[in-house]
């Protein structure tokens, strides 16, 4: 495995290591967000219920943001929606560092430049991103690609996070700072990291444009016309039904490009079956995405530091390690997936992963107990992000896989967007750790859907491993 990860970073094009190297920026960013937000929001006299709202609210409008530039990245441009992006979240950096405590004036920056409440990867990024990775990489090769995406974006939240320990911690002690303010200058450093996430975009390719075909795709197309051709000599009949189309002179046509114009008289645009497909996949992302806005990283941030009265080092050292767990973790989590299958592999890991969850507030009688508990947490989520990357690109075509990675992924954001409310409440009344059971709860709930509803799909998925191709 370990083999093969190297030969798969070596293969690696620029515009690959370009999308690392953003995701490590962005998630810095978000691992501060994680740290300060919900802390923050309170040194600015927001209460408890208002701070579920502000979450509920930012989740939506960035919902609403997302659909409209992924459902219209063919048109607009992978690299102009991911450099849109990176100017907003500098844009709603330097309104936070102002130090307003205007609730409108931070919901509009929080909404327009992805200020994440979850503390995890928003706005359109991930979804572009994702697209072009998996358009750039052949499916022998996605595993490690994707493990390393996440490497280091759970590097760089673990990196984030611990800046925000030790920078607030280091206001507040050595120069005086109140924690108002010592929070507050955090967000300059998310304006510092959005600069950079611009500037390193500036230097992506064409090659990230949904119109790329890369050689390994028409290496497949010319499999599927030769298979084609042959079956067409045994008769016409077979001729006429063949997938593939003629121009007006003859020619054959390549499949990809002739698909990515069809608009199909759906409720998506999408084709029927992958429409059933979507319909399908959002049932167990929604459910866990929504048990998950319950207790989102933010309100587990409140939780410690209200029920085990830690400081700000060590909240942030804790959340760095469980970064670094996370991201250490990747890389058998695409052991897994190959091994397993990505179905059976989400479902060993993510029972565990929501029976951790539900025992920290339960058996964490004390701080240690209750950061063992979450660590093992953080390290069976993480074996579930390469699998549900597979499970996507696997089953959707290509021409057709940036509007389904969007709507899944702002699907999640709406359904994550609305437990929040009631979290303000739950907080107010002093039941939070009634979250921990929801959120666990969910997500065992939506792994047995997808191992009910998607249970061939491995076999699918190892065939498709099994095909040899280079990274050009």
């Given at each position: 495995m370990s083999t093969h990860i190297w030969h798969s970073l070596k293969q690696s094009t620029t515009d690959i290591r370009l999308l690392w190297f953003s995701v490590f920026i962005r998630m810095i960013s978000f691992g501060l967000t994680n740290q300060v937000l919900t802390l923050y929001l309170r040194e600015l006299n927001i209460s408890e219920v208002n701070i579920g709202l502000f979450m509920s609210l930012t989740m939506v409008g960035d919902s609403v943001i997302s659909y409209a530039l992924t459902w219209n990245a063919n048109k607009l441009g992978n690299r102009f929606i991911m450099l849109l992006g990176s100017f907003l979240m500098i844009v709603a950096g330097f309104i936070f560092s102002t130090g307003t405590g205007n609730f409108h004036y931070l919901l509009f920056a929080a909404i327009v430049g992805v200020i994440s409440p979850s503390g995890n990867e928003a706005g359109p990024f991930k979804t572009i991103e994702e697209t072009v990775l998996a358009n750039l990489t052949p499916p022998n090769h996605r595993p490690e690609i994707y493990a390393i995406h996440w490497i280091l974006g759970s590097v760089g939240a673990s990196l984030g996070s611990v800046l925000a320990g030790l920078i607030v911690q280091t206001l507040i002690l050595n120069h005086g700072f109140s924690t108002k303010d010592a929070y507050r200058c955090t967000f300059?450093?998310?304006?510092?990291?959005?600069?950079?996430?611009?500037?390193?975009?500036?230097?992506?390719?064409?090659?990230?444009?949904?119109?790329?075909?890369?050689?390994?795709?028409?290496?497949?197309?010319?499999?599927?016309?030769?298979?084609?051709?042959?079956?067409?000599?045994?008769?016409?009949?077979?001729?006429?039904?063949?997938?593939?189309?003629?121009?007006?002179?003859?020619?054959?046509?390549?499949?990809?490009?002739?698909?990515?114009?069809?608009?199909?008289?759906?409720?998506?645009?999408?084709?029927?079956?992958?429409?059933?497909?979507?319909?399908?996949?959002?049932?167990?992302?929604?459910?866990d995405s929504f048990g998950y806005g319950f207790m989102t990283n933010a309100w587990v941030v409140y939780y410690f530091k209200k029920r085990y009265q830690i400081s700000a080092v060590i909240l942030g050292v804790l959340f760095g390690f469980s970064g670094i767990a996370m991201s250490i973790s990747a890389i058998p989590s695409a052991w897994f997936a190959k091994r397993f299958g990505p179905i059976k592999s989400s479902v060993l890991t993510q029972i565990p992963c929501g029976l951790f969850f539900m025992a920290i507030p339960l058996l964490g009688y004390n701080f240690n107990v209750a950061a063992v508990f979450y660590l093992l947490n953080q390290v069976t989520t993480a074996f579930d992000v390469v699998p549900r990357q597979i499970i996507l690109t696997s089953l959707i075509p290509p021409v057709e896989l940036s509007k389904v990675m969007g709507s899944v992924n702002i699907g999640k954001q709406i359904a994550r967007s609305i437990s929040p409310c009631f979290t303000g409440f739950f907080a107010r009344d002093g039941l939070l750790w009634l979250c921990f059971q929801l959120t666990g709860t969910f997500l065992i709930m939506a792994n047995l859907f997808l191992a009910v509803e998607f249970s061939c799909l491995d076999e699918k998925v190892r065939k498709l491993e099994q095909v040899d191709h280079d990274i050009v």
């Open positions: 300059y450093v998310i304006v510092f990291t959005s600069v950079l996430k611009f500037a390193s975009l500036l230097f992506i390719s064409e090659k990230a444009e949904p119109s790329y075909i890369p050689p390994y795709k028409l290496t497949l197309e010319n499999q599927l016309d030769n298979e084609d051709n042959e079956e067409s000599n045994r008769t016409i009949d077979s001729q006429a039904s063949t997938s593939t189309m003629t121009s007006a002179n003859g020619e054959r046509q390549p499949l990809l490009r002739i698909q990515s114009t069809v608009e199909h008289p759906t409720i998506t645009g999408l084709s029927p079956q992958t429409q059933s497909i979507l319909f399908k996949l959002m049932v167990p992302f929604m459910l």
